[in-house]
């Protein structure tokens, strides 16, 4: 009987490793949208918690695993995105921010958060299949917003975070966008249902913010108004950046630390693009430019594509949602940043760009595709 060599053995167990590797890289990269989504909250809860700090890194560790993965096993790490320069405009701009930063641990939380977020961004991105993943991805994300829903109504939070009537929001918006042009009728009785009760549920949460909008309180500020007007807040933020600090900004997530208005590290600026600035200086302010300009090419092909698309829907409600959340942003900070409150407030920033810009991507893709290679039945 023939015996296998000495040079055989170690060979076949090579190719024999190589099956594994291949079918769990597979697998992991398969079900990478799922756990680093998990990664990247345990990254949020760990910092809102206080929990060890080495703790965010390991989250952060297994959030960014896919990117060497994907490079061993298909000789890249990411498939590239319009929102690429972008990102890694921010990303600079963030670093610098922690670097002026006079509280650096507070900082580094808002740094692993961004991290984490984007490791969340590209882990849906490079998903082979959108179209599968956006079904599930945005069920997933609906039930999660009636759960939140239910427990805001029966009074869990207090106040309701601003950040869940926002995501009501981009979600109405969504919807829609599908029951104006969605194909079946059954979708699009269903998606005005949701998307009302959704926009129902924003605005009764937020009715005493919106009250104070609408009679200015919310500006300037007034007798019976809780909080300092905006115009206030606002002309202290550029104040202190014309100071010193027109490049860099103020520090990540240090205006809470610098203002005389907010209230304690629970202050905030009510204005997105301010926070961007403060955040990330010039650079973040140049990242968004750059943003704004790609997105509104993306926007522009998801307007022109054919009517008929089972997903042109789905993508004029994405550009509803992105203009809903720009206009916003002028009077809140919660689209791009937050402090997250436990027994201490450490900053955190927003995953809501994120996710916008995410859907877009998304969006657009689905559209360049005839409905069959998107994975889309048009029966």
Request: hydrophobic share 55%; net charge positive.
């Amino acid at each position: 009987m023939p015996t296998m060599s000495n040079e055989e053995l170690p060979s076949g167990e090579k190719i024999q490793q190589r099956v594994t590797f291949v079918k769990v890289s597979d697998f992991l990269l398969l079900t990478e949208p799922i756990w680093v989504f998990l990664a990247a909250c345990f990254v949020y809860i760990s910092i809102v918690l206080h929990l060890p700090s080495f703790l965010p890194w390991i989250g952060l560790a297994i959030a960014l695993a896919p990117f060497p993965l994907r490079q061993i096993r298909y000789g890249y790490p990411s498939r590239r995105t319009p929102f690429d320069i972008p990102i890694l405009l921010l990303l600079a701009g963030i670093v610098i921010g922690l670097s002026v930063s006079k509280d650096f641990a507070l900082s580094l939380g808002a740094l692993q958060s961004f991290l984490a977020v984007a490791a969340f961004y590209y882990s849906v991105i490079n998903y082979p299949r959108p179209a599968t993943l956006m079904k599930w991805g945005l069920g997933v994300a609906i039930l999660g917003l009636v759960i939140a829903s239910v427990f805001a109504l029966a009074g869990s939070f207090s106040p309701v975070p601003h950040g869940l009537s926002i995501a009501l929001v981009i979600f109405a918006a969504i919807a829609a966008g599908i029951a104006i042009f969605g194909r079946r009728t059954i979708t699009r009785v269903l998606s005005g249902i949701l998307g009302s009760a959704f926009l129902g549920m924003s605005v009764l949460f937020a009715h005493q913010s919106l009250y104070y909008f609408f009679t200015l309180q919310t500006m300037t500020g007034g007798a019976g108004y809780p909080g300092i007007g905006r115009i206030q807040l606002w002309q202290e933020a550029i104040g202190l950046i014309k100071g010193s600090s027109i490049f860099t900004g103020l520090g990540l997530g240090c205006w809470p630390l610098l203002s005389s208005r907010s209230y304690g590290l629970l202050g905030h600026v009510h204005n997105a693009y301010l926070e961007l600035y403060i955040n990330a200086g010039i650079i973040g302010v140049a990242a968004l430019v750059c943003a704004v300009v790609i997105g509104l090419k993306l926007a522009i092909d998801i307007l022109r594509s054919p009517r008929e698309h089972p997903y042109y829907g789905f993508g004029i409600g994405v550009l509803l949602a992105i203009l809903a959340t720009a206009m916003v942003s002028i009077v809140e900070s919660a689209p791009f940043a937050f402090p997250g409150m436990s027994s201490e407030a450490y900053y955190l920033l927003s995953p809501i760009p994120a996710v916008l810009t995410m859907l877009l991507v998304i969006a657009h893709r689905l559209l360049q595709q005839p409905a069959a290679e998107a994975g889309i039945t048009t029966e």
